[in-house]
């Protein structure tokens, strides 16, 4: 399996765990997020398939929807990369 597939899977399992903690049948969760059965289950499996949109609608209704902010914030690697193709001498 791809990571980046591997990744979603692992995201969909940790949304389910998260709505089964909160009490919140998969019923429930599809009126709130308005998104249909097939969708939320699809979510709850990693299915590429499904919009990010999809995604952020079942993290806004578990009230986790800060942590998706924190994805890509501190881009160590885009930063230094950035900071190679800065001029060494600032001509005045």
């Given at each position: 399996?791809?990571?980046?597939?591997?990744?979603?899977v692992i995201l969909g399992q940790n949304l389910k765990l998260a709505r089964i903690r909160r009490r919140i049948?998969?019923?429930?969760?599809?009126?709130?997020?308005?998104?249909?059965?097939?969708?939320?289950?699809?979510?709850?499996?990693?299915?590429?398939?499904?919009?990010?949109?999809?995604?952020?609608?079942?993290?806004?209704?578990?009230?986790?929807?800060?942590?998706?902010?924190?994805?890509?914030?501190?881009?160590?690697?885009?930063?230094?990369?950035?900071?190679?193709?800065?001029?060494?001498?600032?001509?005045?």
């Amino acid at each position: 399996m791809p990571k980046a597939q591997k990744s979603l899977v692992i995201l969909g399992q940790n949304l389910k765990l998260a709505r089964i903690r909160r009490r919140i049948s998969a019923a429930m969760m599809c009126e709130r997020a308005c998104v249909s059965h097939a969708t939320l289950t699809a979510i709850e499996h990693g299915r590429s398939s499904v919009s990010m949109a999809g995604y952020m609608s079942v993290l806004f209704c578990l009230n986790m929807h800060t942590d998706i902010e924190k994805v890509a914030a501190d881009d160590v690697l885009g930063r230094e990369l950035q900071d190679l193709r800065l001029p060494k001498r600032v001509h005045a």
